[in-house]
């Protein structure tokens, strides 16, 4: 079983449509949580960076956190044609530095 | 200020050679991460250096090495390409805190 879970899609919306990304972990160290955003044959682009438990919103984006569950999600809020790229969760918590990543959920939004 | 850069953009080589990657971080960052990003396998974690030294590496064979220069800047060295070590090769460059901020990657072709 992988540590981070993350529904591949492909996700298809049109715009303006509220959307809704998540991922699963299993690693209980895991505090700090990220989501990246990835064009197509382009590095990731660092969107929403999460601490612990709680939500984060920046613009139309909104990260939320349970650590409980073990569970995290992005919100995408009037989601425009721009927003169609592949979205990654990532993670690090404990003694490592690194990031561990989901597979990503492709995102395509219709105009 | 300048992002992550890398180079070269794309790389060919065949299968026995031996590839050389680069990576410059964000200036005054001094942790560079390198990961893999196989077609199905998602970002997988290869190395971090941090102040020139090795700090820890992932589920990668020895061939895969590098190493971390006085000005930060980075080399990733692969030597005895498999034909499996064709991925989208990226570098992350920190500071003191948690976000990794991702260059733009070099693709590495082995035919």
């Known amino acids: 079983q992988k540590e981070v879970e993350q529904d591949p899609g492909p996700l298809s919306v049109p715009e303006g449509a509220i959307v809704s990304l998540n991922c699963t972990y299993s690693?209980?160290?895991?505090?700090?949580f990220m989501w990246y955003r990835q064009y197509s044959r382009k590095g990731p682009e660092l969107l929403m960076y999460t601490y612990s438990s709680g939500n984060k919103e920046d613009g139309r984006f909104t990260a939320q956190v349970d650590k409980s569950s073990k569970y995290i999600s992005l919100f995408i809020r009037d989601s425009q044609p721009s927003d169609s790229a592949t979205y990654l969760c990532a993670m690090r918590g404990g003694s490592a530095r690194q990031l561990t990543f989901g597979s990503g959920t492709q995102l395509t939004v219709l105009p | 200020e300048a992002g992550v850069t890398q180079s070269p953009t794309h790389l060919i080589k065949t299968r026995g050679q031996q590839a050389t990657l680069r990576c410059s971080p964000i200036?005054?960052?001094?942790?560079v991460y390198w990961y893999q990003q196989a077609l199905g396998l998602g970002l997988q974690f290869l190395l971090w250096y941090d102040e020139g030294e090795e700090r820890n590496r992932g589920n990668f064979p020895p061939r895969f090495s590098g190493r971390q220069f006085p000005n930060y800047s980075s080399e990733l060295n692969v030597n005895a390409l498999e034909l499996e070590d064709s991925a989208l090769y990226l570098c992350?460059?920190?500071?003191?805190?948690?976000?990794?901020?991702f260059g733009p990657g070099t693709r590495l072709t082995v035919t």
């Open positions: 200036s005054g960052h001094t942790s």
């Open positions: 690693n209980s160290a895991f505090q700090y």
């Open positions: 992350a460059s920190i500071f003191r805190g948690y976000e990794q901020y």
